[in-house]
């Protein structure tokens, strides 16, 4: 690939992220738009404002979780940067994948254009993208497990197949996750994917990937958990069991932040007969403050700092061309 060609491909997948930050306002504007203003507000303020401050702060630990993904993904290729950064890559980050889905591409395009500024190589940031990738399907492999024995019975269908079918499935998670960690004990070979090398992580990381990526889902599903408490008498056993199995799936989907996918099968898989209208109003609840929130606070921080490295860059330029002019009037 030619100089110029290589220069064209690193500007549109520079410019790519700010058209997944786009997709991603755009597939949450989908996601609420089949609700009325009223029923926005009323969903919200039906809820205890204490169960909301909860809420808030169980959805900014999880972001906080999220971007810890980032700093483990800096520890796998053995680079160092500072916190700010690594945290504010990981929250608009994940901020857009959670929206607009197929979080490698959506979320990989953010963060290649913020790492390349930083002075990192394209190599390195498909290392780091991947690794983040395997912390999430690792964690998945582990709440699946929890999952299955936490979730009731009746969520699993009413035919013999169905059960088979979920049981094979928490049998080939715990299989993954078992390859997995004995992969990072015994096997120390490098894997090489078009020409970029990807070594397994030591037993000590695969430990960390997956409790850092339950803790995200764990804090995340406190969200809904505060929101949905003050209508429904539901143990956090259960609760934890229906939500991660309806987050999965809502995942594995792969439509944009599980939409429609996460709420009926919630609704459908959490026991008991209960007010619909009301238990959607959770729902809406959940969907604001761990996506909408995010989303709108992350384009304030992405467009402000955007801003300021253009101001940095004006002004370094006026600096070049008063010197410049300065040398010429010496001569």
Not at 135 to 164: E, Q
Request: charged share 15%; glycine share 8%; net charge positive.
């Amino acid at each position: 690939m030619s100089g110029k060609a290589k220069k064209v491909l690193k500007k549109s997948l520079s410019w790519a992220g700010l058209f997944f930050f786009a997709v991603a306002a755009y597939m949450l504007y989908i996601q609420l738009s089949k609700y009325s203003l009223d029923e926005i507000k009323q969903a919200l303020f039906s809820i205890p404002s204490c169960n909301l401050i909860w809420a808030c702060l169980a959805s900014v630990g999880g972001y906080v979780a999220l971007s810890s993904y980032d700093y483990l993904a800096l520890r796998y290729i053995k680079r160092k940067l500072a916190p700010w950064k690594w945290i504010f890559a990981g929250f608009i980050g994940f901020s857009v994948s959670n929206n607009a889905g197929h979080a490698i591409v959506s979320g990989g395009t953010i963060r290649y254009r913020l790492y390349t500024r930083w002075r990192f190589r394209g190599t390195e940031i498909v290392r780091m993208v991947t690794f983040s990738g395997f912390t999430y399907l690792v964690a998945c492999f582990f709440l699946i497990i929890v999952g299955f024995f936490l979730t009731p019975n009746h969520a699993f269908g009413d035919g013999s197949v169905s059960r088979l079918t979920t049981e094979v499935v928490t049998a080939a998670s715990a299989l993954g996750l078992l390859i997995y960690f004995w992969a990072s004990l015994f096997y120390k070979k490098p894997i090489v994917i078009k020409d970029v090398e990807f070594d397994i992580p030591n037993f000590r990381m695969a430990l960390a990937q997956v409790f850092i990526g339950a803790a995200d889902i764990l804090l995340a599903s406190l969200v809904l958990y505060f929101s949905l408490t003050p209508f429904i008498n539901i143990s956090f056993d259960v609760f934890m069991g229906v939500f991660i199995i309806a987050q999965v799936l809502g995942v594995f989907s792969q439509v944009p932040g599980g939409l429609g996918v996460f709420e009926g099968l919630f609704m459908y898989i959490i026991p008991g007969e209960h007010n619909q209208a009301l238990l959607f109003g959770a729902l809406i609840a959940y969907r604001i403050i761990y996506y909408l929130l995010p989303l709108l606070l992350s384009a304030v921080v992405l467009f402000s700092y955007e801003g300021y490295l253009r101001l940095i860059k004006k002004q370094k330029l006026e600096r070049i061309r008063i010197f410049n002019a300065e040398k010429m009037n010496k001569l």
